[in-house]
């Protein structure tokens, strides 16, 4: 069985500021996991993905992920928050390579002020 | 590149009416599509797995004589909402993998279906 859990249904930081959006993981295998971001009332778009490869993971828009299997945690960073960041964040794992199904985190909620 | 398209956007209908929605991968050939619902403010909730020419897997709790999955090409799939009620309002997203990174999915924009 696999889970994800993100600790903080909502973050708010100053533009300018760091952001830190947290997940930690559950999984009976080597696990897949991402970052998805979803602005209102849109799809989801791709941040960034940890398959097995380097644990310090660059994705778009400024945004990086490091994997750390004894914390089993995929804490999402980004050093300067702008104000185009505002939106919701969904962390997800996979544990089977191929077209398996994604457990979703029950997602946080990132406001900034300006 | 790997864009999913979803028509339409925003669908109004009247309770017992059916709807059709369509998830098309535009730049890809997508071996895989899903289905996800999801609810105001919640995370989303897998409906259905899909791959061309087969019939959808679905999984627990969704009722597949409900929700009619057609996937009839490598950058098509259909989900029809059949006798729609105001329980079944929600957005709708579907997402696709590619053959070559069948690890990623990508998603479409969501339809919004609201069943009056």
């Known amino acids: 069985a696999q889970s994800v859990t993100q600790l903080d249904s909502h973050v708010s930081v100053s533009e300018g500021t760091p952001v830190l959006l947290r997940c930690n993981y559950s999984s009976s295998y080597s696990p897949s996991l991402f970052w998805y971001v979803q602005h209102p009332n849109k799809g989801l778009q791709l941040l960034l993905k940890?398959?097995?490869?380097?644990?310090l993971v660059k994705g778009i828009n400024g945004f990086e992920a490091e994997f750390k299997k004894s914390e089993t945690s995929f804490h999402l960073t980004k050093p300067s928050a702008h104000m185009s960041d505002a939106a919701e964040y969904f962390c997800?794992?996979?544990?089977?390579?191929?077209?398996?199904?994604?457990?979703f985190g029950t997602g946080t909620r990132l406001t900034i002020i300006p | 590149g790997a864009v999913v398209s979803q028509h339409p956007s925003r669908v109004i209908c009247k309770s017992g009416t059916s709807v059709k929605i369509e998830c098309r991968s535009l730049d890809f050939q997508a071996t895989t599509m899903f289905w996800y619902r999801q609810f105001p403010k919640q995370s989303l909730m897998l409906m259905a797995t899909?791959?061309?020419?087969?019939?959808?897997?679905?999984e627990q709790g969704v009722e597949k004589d409900k929700f009619l999955i057609n996937h009839a090409s490598l950058t098509l799939s259909t989900l029809t909402v059949t006798s729609a009620h105001p329980e079944d309002s929600s957005f709708y997203i579907c997402s696709a993998t590619d053959y070559r990174g069948p690890d990623t999915q990508y998603f479409g924009p969501g339809t919004r279906l609201t069943v009056l």
């Open positions: 940890y398959t097995s490869a380097a644990t």
């Open positions: 997800v794992v996979s544990v089977l390579r191929g077209n398996e199904k994604l457990t």
């Open positions: 899909s791959n061309e020419g087969s019939k959808a897997t679905y």
